[in-house]
């Protein structure tokens, strides 16, 4: 059954623990931040919730365990509430991705903070593989967010800074924006194209964030 699965079959209750917390912080960020802007939508639709059975998509979680990638529901946001609408939109889309860096920040601080200790809970295996599942999966969350791809926070990003002519351009693509996806994510193409970035990126992030705790706790 393992084979038919992106995790192996005995780390699958961390990967869920760890997916259900990612999910639930990032959506509600979004709803949070939107709410600070004027926009209370998202609360209005039960969305600034703690409870993550509100916000996860269960083919988004299903696709999590098969393929490695998936998604929550998307915190539903009326742009035309927010107040200072560009800056509120973007940093409405940011608050997800940034949640979770923030949540592998944490979980990192934590982590090191018992190895430091020599702790007798790190002596199983189980706390360990949670920690490196969980702070790996936020990156993952956090980079695969920022991605400038629709329906992605990054492209909501990016489309603040472009002119209306040109969106007005690539909108109808958007459709089709899915699809695409899923061909550059399930197929060799990964390897050319948001593989490097993965490969590079969380490295980068975990090893920082590595020495950065190195220096506090040893």
Do not use: C
């Not at 490695?68 to 035309?80: E, L």
């Not at 189980?126 to 992605?152: A, K």
């Not at 090893?207 to 950065?212: E, I, L, Q, R, Y």
């Amino acid at each position: 059954m393992s084979n038919f699965l992106a995790y192996p079959l005995e780390t699958l209750p961390y990967v869920l623990v760890s997916i259900l917390i990612a999910f639930t912080v990032h959506e509600w960020a979004h709803a949070f931040t939107a709410l600070l802007f004027g926009d209370d939508t998202a609360k209005k639709e039960g969305r600034l919730s703690p409870n993550p059975f509100v916000h996860v998509d269960l083919i988004g979680l299903l696709m999590v365990i098969l393929v490695g990638f998936g998604w929550a529901k998307p915190t539903p946001v009326n742009q035309f509430k927010l107040k200072k609408r560009r800056l509120g939109s973007i940093l409405v889309s940011l608050a997800g991705p940034i949640s979770n860096l923030l949540l592998a920040f944490i979980a990192m601080g934590i982590f090191m903070l018992l190895v430091s200790h020599d702790n007798a809970i790190l002596t199983g295996a189980i706390w360990p593989n949670f920690f490196t599942i969980f702070i790996q999966l936020n990156l993952v969350l956090f980079v695969f967010n920022l991605i400038p791809f629709p329906p992605l926070d990054g492209y909501q990003i990016v489309l603040e800074f472009l002119p209306m002519r040109f969106r007005e351009k690539i909108a109808p693509l958007e459709q089709y924006a899915f699809l695409i996806f899923l061909i550059i994510a399930l197929t060799p193409l990964y390897n050319f194209t948001i593989g490097p970035i993965f490969r590079t990126v969380i490295p980068f992030f975990i090893n920082s964030m590595t020495v950065f705790y190195q220096g506090i706790f040893f």
